[in-house]
């Protein structure tokens, strides 16, 4: 597997006890499985979630649903935060309905100056 398809996945704590996923790389068939598990485990934590897809460069149903799923059996931690989503993935997020789900609260990014 190159560079160009790996999934890389990591998870920081902020301050207030949010969980940060930041994830990188191709979410497909493939790699969303490991898209999944590294989200059960912070599931299994019951803390607020954000998703920073900033350097996710493509993003298929799989992923989609993984996302989904996850934000389905959130259990009260409140909505899961997708960030930073491109302007791809974010076109993909609207048209299957993903940013009108309750459970999932899309933030377009913001553009960063200097």
């Known amino acids: 597997m190159d560079n160009i398809t790996k999934l890389r996945i990591e998870t920081k704590r902020t301050e207030g006890q949010v969980a940060v996923v930041t994830v990188a790389g191709e979410i497909d068939l493939a790699s969303a499985p490991q898209l999944k598990e ?3 485990r912070v599931a299994a934590e019951r803390t607020s ?5 900033a350097e996710v460069t493509f993003m298929d149903s799989s992923g989609l649903h993984v996302l989904f799923r996850f934000a389905s059996a ?3 931690s409140g ?3 997708i960030v930073n989503a491109s302007r791809t993935v974010l076109r993909t997020m609207q048209i299957v309905g993903m940013t009108a789900v309750p459970q999932i609260e899309v933030q377009e ?3 960063q100056h200097g």
Request: glycine share 6%.
């Open 79 to 81: 909505p899961v935060r």
């Open 49 to 53: 979630v954000t998703i920073d897809l």
């Open 74 to 76: 959130a259990n009260g």
């Open 38 to 40: 590294a989200l059960d």
């Open 109 to 111: 990014a913001v553009e």
